[in-house]
Every structure is written in structure tokens, then in C-alpha cells.
């Protein structure tokens, strides 16, 4: 997943991955939030949107189910991995 850096007061960096439709939202204390089924258009949306908190209060808060990477134990085989390789991308992000 690629990240895109916006500029926000709460918000740090975005991305989308288009092939499992999921977002990944980093807040400024680093912790990266992900919500599956999030179709690419709101994606495209919220990168074009004037205020990337509003749009996301707006349009993704309480609207998509949310996990942490702390939460993976609740997915199935096989997700770890591509939730670690998210984590990694996040943990490079400047």
C-alpha cells in the first residue's frame, strides 16, 4: 500500500489498496487505522477533498468497520502478513 502525505491537524497520511478495497488512515501519533471495503472513488475523494478531516469525519468515521494492527488475531490465516507489511510502510513514512 502506498501512502500519501495530507495535510491535516489530526491526520498524517493516507492510502488505499485497490485490489482488498481497504483504507489506511495514519493519525499524527502514528497509529494507523484500516477499513475494509472502502471503494477506491471515496479514496479518490478524500485525497481531493479541501479538508481531510471533515471528509473523514464525514465520510469514513462510523460509516466503514475499523481495525488496529492490534486486532489481527481476529482475521483470518494469511491477513498478518499483509497487516505487517502495512505496519512496515507505516513505520518508514517520514
Do not use: C, W
Amino acid at each position: 500500500m502506498k501512502y500519501i502525505s495530507v495535510s491535516s491537524t489530526n491526520l498524517s497520511d493516507i492510502g488505499h489498496d485497490p485490489v482488498t478495497h481497504t483504507l489506511s488512515v495514519v493519525f499524527k501519533g502514528r497509529t494507523a487505522y484500516f477499513y475494509p471495503g472502502v471503494p477506491v472513488e471515496v479514496f479518490d475523494r478524500f485525497v481531493a477533498a479541501e479538508s481531510k478531516g471533515r471528509f473523514f469525519n464525514a465520510e469514513v468515521k462510523d460509516k466503514y468497520a475499523s481495525f488496529t494492527l492490534e486486532d489481527i488475531e481476529l482475521f483470518p490465516a494469511g491477513t498478518q502478513a499483509a497487516l505487517t507489511e502495512a505496519h512496515d510502510a507505516v513505520s518508514k513514512l517520514p
